[in-house]
């Protein structure tokens, strides 16, 4: 180990730093929020440095660089473009035994800056001891997608209670016991929902419920969207649920790069649903929901897309509600905005669509009872966007051209939508059952003059023009 990693209490302590350019400034707005006393000596000042001189938050010793500035400071760090006066602001410390870094200068640090993670009070810090900076900030930027915003709130209100737990729970195991299942349990859930009220009340409850000898937790669930294929679409929020789950109940539309992402000691459970194929009833999906939650696990309902668009989410989270089982929602993107925006065709635009319509291709076009009203769904100037339409795709054809929607109208069916192997076709909507027929699933049909721009503007994936390819990204049969 070539550096102690220690963290320094710096507040109301003397920093000097020698140099008032941008490289400068941005180490002093460091020091400041450590609660940094900083001196400043430069020929000149940035005008970020200026503005904090006349803010009075530091205060500029002079233009030139004397020994003497170091005798009572605890640290000093160098950031010119002068090489000789770096070299002699690290000597003349290194003389004093005070603490010195030169900016991008390792063998002259006596210390050095990690990259940070601050979620304060809780702050991470990664350093390839000056070898690597830039792996080290890569290494962080991973760490940061990775770790809660709300880790900060969650050591600030367990810091606030460390003692009543030293006073309730005796022994250091127990203690360590309780701290491990609220850090992972309810009590985590609710602080990062912002319910910080809430959050210190289920805190009570675990320690009453620790301090008469039961360690049990209750469980939760989490609907979590996956989005539509494109590991990359997962959100942040998705990610860390993923990570702290107990098991794992997912949808077949859930790409195995998702999965991939799962806690490896997860329990993985497929509860699936494919047209034609033996698939997990819906009650027996809402049963294991409630059954592995009411034995303390995290559960983490994994769906493709959104699970509040045609995903039945909200049926899922009644019937939670029902066995009062705490849960929360993580959005997803869904098949209809991640699709089409792999396809280049935006669901609105100025000039072809004021408005966009989100429908099921479930429904029964050959009879009365849809529920939908053909008649607006056939206006022009429109996109719809119809999600597990494919087999209903003549129906849909012929009752929006009988209610008045041009045959001529374009459409395109996406499939596999933001995936490597993604595949556009587009026709007309009198052409609609024919491009059905012939795509592979999950697939979306997108009706409307928006299509038209899919030729002008589709960026993802190959774009063949060749004719005769067997698998190509794009089929036109306009």
């Given at each position: 180990m070539d550096y102690l990693p220690i963290f320094a209490d710096l507040k109301q302590r003397p920093v000097l730093v020698v140099g008032g350019g941008e490289v400068a400034a941005r180490k002093v707005d460091l020091l400041l929020r450590a609660g940094a006393e900083i001196r400043i000596v430069a020929q000149s000042l940035s005008p970020l440095l200026e503005q904090l001189r006349q803010q009075g938050k530091i205060h500029w010793l002079g233009q030139a660089f004397a020994a003497e500035q170091l005798d009572e400071v605890f640290l000093v760090i160098a950031a010119t473009d002068d090489s000789a006066l770096n070299a002699k602001v690290f000597s003349e410390a290194d003389k004093r035994r005070v603490l010195a870094n030169?900016?991008?200068?390792?063998?002259?640090?006596?210390?050095?800056?990690?990259?940070?993670?601050d979620r304060s009070p809780l702050v991470v810090a990664v350093s390839s001891s000056g070898q690597a900076p830039v792996l080290a900030r890569m290494l962080r930027e991973k760490l940061e997608a990775l770790l809660p915003a709300s880790l900060g709130q969650m050591a600030?209100?367990?810091?606030?209670?460390?003692?009543?737990?030293?006073q309730r729970l005796n022994s250091i195991g127990q203690r360590r016991?309780?701290?491990?299942?609220?850090?992972?349990?309810?009590?985590?859930?609710?602080?990062?929902?912002?319910?910080?009220?809430?959050?210190?009340?289920?805190?009570?409850?675990?320690?009453?419920?620790?301090?008469?000898?039961?360690?049990?937790?209750q469980g939760e669930i989490a609907l979590v969207g996956a989005g539509p294929g494109d590991v990359g679409?997962?959100?942040?929020?998705?990610?860390?649920?993923?990570?702290?789950?107990?098991?794992?109940?997912?949808?077949?539309?859930?790409s195995d790069e998702i999965l991939d992402l799962v806690r490896r000691d997860a329990e993985r459970i497929c509860v699936g649903k494919r047209a034609g194929a033996h698939s997990v009833i819906q009650e027996e999906t809402n049963r294991l929901l409630v059954e592995l939650a009411q034995q303390g696990k995290r559960v983490v309902r994994l769906k493709g897309g959104d699970p509040f668009i045609f995903g039945r989410g909200g049926e899922e989270l009644q019937v939670a509600a029902e066995a009062g089982i705490p849960f929360?929602?993580?959005p997803g993107v869904t098949a209809a905005a991640g699709a089409t925006a792999y396809a280049g065709i935006p669901l609105t635009h100025r000039d072809h669509a004021q408005s966009v319509t989100f429908i099921t291709g479930h429904c029964r076009p050959d009879g009365d009872g849809d529920g939908l009203d053909w008649a607006d769904l056939a206006r022009a100037r429109q996109t719809l966007a119809i999600y597990m339409g494919t087999m209903k795709a003549a129906d849909i054809s012929q009752r929006l051209i009988a209610h008045g929607r041009a045959a001529t109208t374009p459409v395109a069916v996406i499939s596999r939508g933001t995936r490597a192997d993604q595949l556009v076709q587009t026709g007309t909507l009198q052409q609609l059952e024919q491009l059905a027929q012939q795509a592979p699933l999950p697939a979306l049909l997108v009706i409307g003059e928006v299509v038209e721009l899919h030729h002008q503007i589709a960026w993802f994936g190959h774009q063949p023009q060749t004719e005769g390819v067997s698998r190509p990204a794009v089929v036109n049969l306009a």
């Open positions: 030169v900016v991008d200068d390792q063998p002259r640090c006596s210390f050095i800056f990690p990259s940070i993670i600030q209100v367990a810091g606030r209670w460390r003692g009543q737990v030293k016991r309780f701290w491990e299942k609220t850090f992972g349990g309810r009590f985590a859930t609710l602080v990062a929902n912002g319910q910080t009220a809430e959050a210190q009340r289920q805190l009570e409850q675990d320690l009453e419920q620790f301090a008469q000898g039961s360690e049990g937790t679409l997962l959100t942040l929020r998705g990610l860390q649920v993923m990570q702290q789950a107990d098991v794992v109940l997912y949808d077949h539309l859930v929360q929602v993580v």
